[in-house]
């Protein structure tokens, strides 16, 4: 995570108070004021952390971060997750979980990388339509993600499709498991599935506040407020929140995917080619 990220994640530590749920910390939980008492959940039990996390916080609450079926509703004060979202199987189902076990009016800090300035950045991003079919979809997870296995193997290792090596490295990941980015993402597309969810009242979040990717960073943030049975004024308000942040995303766009590309190719220059 690069240095100029963690200020920018200081602001919202200042807005996260009483009792909430860390996922995925391992070896970065995040820094909190005095007070507030965090529970951590991970899939990975406390040895397997050990071995490939050394120095790693061992969960609370073992967790596929989809489900929390030990977990009652209206449970935390808030939720963070950073650098999560990307790697679940279901995100729709996530986050509905997420706001069922947060009590209403409890944030959910996320955080997300941005795949036009990470290794992801020859990816296509994931359309709202991906992410729907995910969550309809009774395939076993590892099945589910073997596409996002493919897709990772052409457009991040760069092997040639159908080649030896793409094969070889496809069966062996499948095989021994794997912890790639399944879904990839720029800010407009998450306020478009925060949308999608809170219009059908399957996961009403509201958007307190978001930040696009900065110029030396790597991930933007989105902060949500769980609505749980909302005003017609209040849902009103909220929906329009989302579409003015969608718009303003979209306007956007072109700075970020200029500043992007400049990053690129000043490393290009830095490392001789």
């Known amino acids: 995570m ?21 996922i995925g910390a391992l070896r970065n939980p995040f820094e909190l004021g005095d007070g507030v008492e965090v529970v951590y959940s991970d899939i990975l039990p406390p040895e397997e952390i050990d071995r490939h996390y050394p120095g ?3 969960p609370d609450i073992l967790s596929d971060s989809e489900s929390f079926p030990t977990v009652e509703d ?15 199987t279901d995100p729709i189902r996530a986050l509905t979980e997420w706001h069922r076990i947060l009590r209403d009016g409890g944030l959910a800090m996320v955080a997300l990388p941005d795949k036009r300035y990470t290794f992801d950045v020859n990816r296509r991003r994931t359309p709202l339509s991906h992410l729907v079919a995910d969550s309809h979809n009774t395939l076993d997870p590892r099945l589910k993600n073997f596409e996002h296995l493919v897709d990772w193997a ?8 159908g080649s030896p090596e793409w094969k070889n490295w496809i069966e062996d990941r499948f095989e021994n498991g794997f912890a790639v980015h399944n879904h990839v993402w ?15 009242n399957v996961a009403p979040f509201a958007l307190a506040r978001c930040d696009n990717t900065a110029l030396f960073g790597n991930e933007f943030i989105v902060l949500l407020r769980a609505r749980k049975n909302p005003s ?4 009103a308000s909220d ?26 190719l000043l490393k290009r220059r830095r490392q001789g080619y």
């Open 56 to 58: 790693g916080v061992h």
């Open 232 to 235: 017609a004024l209040r849902r």
């Open 154 to 161: 052409t457009h991040v290792e760069r092997f040639a499709p």
């Open 74 to 88: 209206d449970t935390f004060d808030f939720l963070i997750a950073n650098h999560v979202l990307e790697h679940l």
């Open 186 to 200: 720029v800010l407009q597309d998450i306020l478009h599935l925060l949308l999608y969810l809170y219009s059908r």
């Open 2 to 22: 690069p240095p100029t990220a963690h200020p920018r994640r200081a602001r919202y530590a200042r807005l996260l108070c009483g009792r909430g749920l860390e």
């Open 239 to 264: 929906l329009s929140r989302l579409l003015t942040s969608t718009g303003f995303a979209w306007l956007q766009n072109p700075l970020q995917i200029a500043q992007a590309a400049g990053k690129r």
